[in-house]
């Protein structure tokens, strides 16, 4: 399974732009770039995920570099419910089925106030 | 839309008891379904995976054991808790919708202490 390299934490004003990387330099064509939030004593919970292109959706936006092997996650305004770990996993679209995917620690985003 | 419930969220057992978390799966049919514990700290361990009813691959050894007996329940279980399968344990599905991307939807998660 191909892996992602995030940093183990980071931090953040609160309201200030954050910009979550991750590393995937061993991404196949197919796959897709997920990001997931666990939020304190809660299971993960699906942020955004994408192939090619830049994504946005309510919760955040994903840049996704030219050569695909990295990637960004970004909170527009960061508030303290922001304060989770973010995990950041590749899928492979072509799998319908079961398929091993690893979550590492994640990045672990403290919002100061 | 699809919702996926686990239960009890927690609970507390003394060593040498027996183990059940159940999960559900509403709104999908033919999901596959994911058992995952994560121990405090520490990120998620990929415990048992199912493709199907009746269908049950583990990804590592251990005193656990999971079953599939109808579509959308998935069920957690061990004969004797060990001290060491305390954590977090965490429900998980996802679907055969390629537009999706293959996301994977966790439940709300149960914390199981041994004591």
């Known amino acids: 399974d191909a892996k992602t390299t995030q940093p183990n934490s980071m931090e953040s004003n609160e309201e200030e732009p954050v910009h979550l990387p991750c590393n995937h330099s061993t991404i196949s064509g197919t796959d897709y770039i997920h990001w997931y939030r666990q939020l304190p004593s809660q299971g993960p919970e699906y942020v955004i995920h994408?192939?090619?292109s830049n994504v946005n959706n309510r919760m955040a936006s994903l840049a996704i570099a030219e050569d695909r092997k990295s990637s960004t996650l970004i909170l527009h305004r960061a508030t303290l419910r922001d304060a989770a770990v973010y995990y950041c996993?590749?899928?492979?679209?072509?799998?319908?089925?079961?398929?091993?995917?690893?979550f590492g620690i994640g990045t672990k985003l403290q919002v100061i106030p | 839309s699809q919702t996926i419930h686990q239960w009890p969220a927690t609970l507390v057992q003394p060593v040498g008891s027996p183990l059940s978390l159940e999960c559900t799966v509403e709104g999908t049919s033919n999901p596959n379904l994911y058992w995952y514990r994560q121990a405090a700290g520490r990120g998620l361990q990929l415990l048992f995976y199912?493709?199907?009813?009746?269908?049950i691959s583990s990804e590592v050894p251990q005193n656990l054991s999971a079953s599939r007996p109808q579509d959308r329940q998935f069920i957690l279980s061990s004969k004797k808790l060990l001290l060491s399968d305390s954590g977090f344990y965490l429900c998980a599905w996802s679907g055969l919708d390629i537009s999706s991307g293959n996301t994977i939807y966790f439940g709300e998660g149960s914390w199981l202490t041994v004591v």
């Open positions: 994408g192939l090619t």
């Open positions: 199912s493709v199907g009813i009746g269908q």
């Open positions: 996993i590749l899928r492979d679209s072509r799998i319908t089925g079961y398929q091993k995917v690893t």
